[in-house]
């Protein structure tokens, strides 16, 4: 966009001061002036009410966990940094259709259906008398986000990182004259598309800014691409939001009933477990379709197994090894006279229900970036590629969380946006830093990156240690894991051993109404060394993490025989998945 001379010379002014007192405040920062104030006018004038320039550190494209970890450590540590996310999704994915509102719809389900405490009163007991609706489940679900998101905002905004709402691309060649002199060399240039707030606390986030302003013109010293993924929609899936829907789609109210025969295409994390809650709501049969032959194909055999044991006695069907085709909707028949939904597989079958989700993966969020602007690519499901410190080929456009890929987790995500933020203003200094958190005493200066080692994993500070990270999967009944699984083992050759402990054998396991799940140990036959943990049951997500430190530390089977553990838990599993484990090696 053109702009006068007049708007020119004012935005230059803007920018120089902006600066000059953004390294001012880069030098006060331990001061943790609230910047809110220390930034209001001074740093975000509007030129003419259209665009402004302003000068970060650091600029970030989404607001999700990696988004929020490097964000609030780049500000811990003096920098200027601006969040930038669409109106409504502070928080990302994560917050406002991921991991938080399904694992709150999971424990709505729980709760609704009294499913917990069936071991005891019988499949019949049901605390809330009728028929369970979405909306239902969807109370609990708003009130957790709102709170979450609130949380967010007043983190960032404490740290002092400014809250953009916006739509965020990399500045084309020909918008170089949004930008003025006073962007330094090299600067990476972002616009914004500036989009008003309803929520309340994003309101107050970013005050300082003119309400009027619709394009902003960001330059920064670094970008962080943190805009996640969105489901997969593919052209030939007739989504309505209603009676065919994704995973965002389901908690948008459009679906009003929990349908009667639901069909969850896709056996991925997503779609095992929604398609595990539904199947305990009483009157929802569960029909779940899946071109592989085997469903969650990182977890131990064992696990899937038991996990497709206990949703079959519920009801649920699996139709592995089955594409789904052509998906027809019919305006007459199914529950209520809404109509069904029928799906069409290769194998010729035909599969009728009055609802489908469709999990079959998701897609980056970068088509509308304009990449190429700073010389990047993707692949074909939008992702991009990164080194071991988090950066893309363009090494001031870092890229973190879920548009890199696997594990594409919340957990993971936060630790990427961590690491990202030393590189970025450590880079090769990082070790040191890391080493005076271990010792007490920063050392000198590594030589190389190969010598940078996180303080929490004793590994490399870059993708490759991220080995040791816990996958907790929130099916009913759910599923932990940390290390390898046993088929992995078997054909790496390695020998091990394995040792199980059944819940229903724990005095926990009773009192909880004899909840199916267990606990499998494998440790190396030689080396008596913790390889890998397995759970599924009650609690499973939570008792990883004994494994996990125990793994870390190298521990072999000695530590689990020898140790106490407080009785009656769950976490008592792994003393006895130890002894059935030695007894094994022993023989
Ligand atoms: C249904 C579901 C359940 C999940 N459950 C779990 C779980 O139990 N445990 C777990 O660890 N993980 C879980 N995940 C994964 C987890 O939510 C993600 O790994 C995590 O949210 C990724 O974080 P992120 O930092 O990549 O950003 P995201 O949370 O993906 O957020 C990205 C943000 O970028 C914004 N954005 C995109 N483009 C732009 C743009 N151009 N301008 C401005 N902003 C933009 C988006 O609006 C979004 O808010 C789940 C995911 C889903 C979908
Ligand atoms: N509890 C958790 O940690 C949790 C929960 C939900 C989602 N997530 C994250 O969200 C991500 C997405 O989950 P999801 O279930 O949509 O995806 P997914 O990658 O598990 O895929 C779901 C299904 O889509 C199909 N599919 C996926 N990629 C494909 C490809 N390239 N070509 C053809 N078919 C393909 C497969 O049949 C697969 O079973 C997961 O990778 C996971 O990391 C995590």
Redesign the pocket.
Known sequence: MLLSNAMCAQRDWACKNQRRFAHAYNMFAFLKVPQQHAKGSAFAPSCNGVTVCSHYDLII???????QKCAVDSAKLGRRVAV???LG???????????I???TFREAVLHLTGFRHQGFYGRAYQPWRERISVPDLLLRVQKVEKTETDIVVDQMRREGVEVIT????FAEADEDDAFTDATSEGAVRVM?LKTDASHESEASAYRHLDANMAKMALSAENVLI????R?LRPAHIPFDGVRVFD?DQLLWGGVRDVPRELMVVGAG??GM??ASMMNIIPGTNVTVIDPRDKMLGFADTEVVQALMYSMRTKGARFLLNEKVERVEKTDAGGSGGRGRVVAHLSSGKKVVGDAMLYAMG?QG?TD??SLGSVGLETDNRGLLEVNDFYQTSNPRVYA????IGYP??????MEQ?RRAALHMWHGQHAAALAMALDDGAAGAAPADHSMIRSPMDGGFLGRSSEHLFPY?I?TIPEISMIGKPEAQLTEEGVPYEIGVADFTELAKGQMLGGADGFLKLIFHRETLQLLGVHAIGEGATEIIHIGQVVMAMGGTVDYFRNAVFNYPTLAEAYNVAAHDAFRKISL
């Open positions: 494209i989404g607001s999700g966990p990696a988004a930038v996310d669409k999704m502070i928080g990302g994915v994560c917050v406002h259709t991921g991991t509102p399904s694992k916006g739509t965020a691309r914004v943190a805009c996640g993924t489901p995973s994390v997503i477990e929604y998701r969020n509308s970036l973190c969380g879920d548009v594409a987790l919340a957990s993971t995500s946006g907790g929130y």
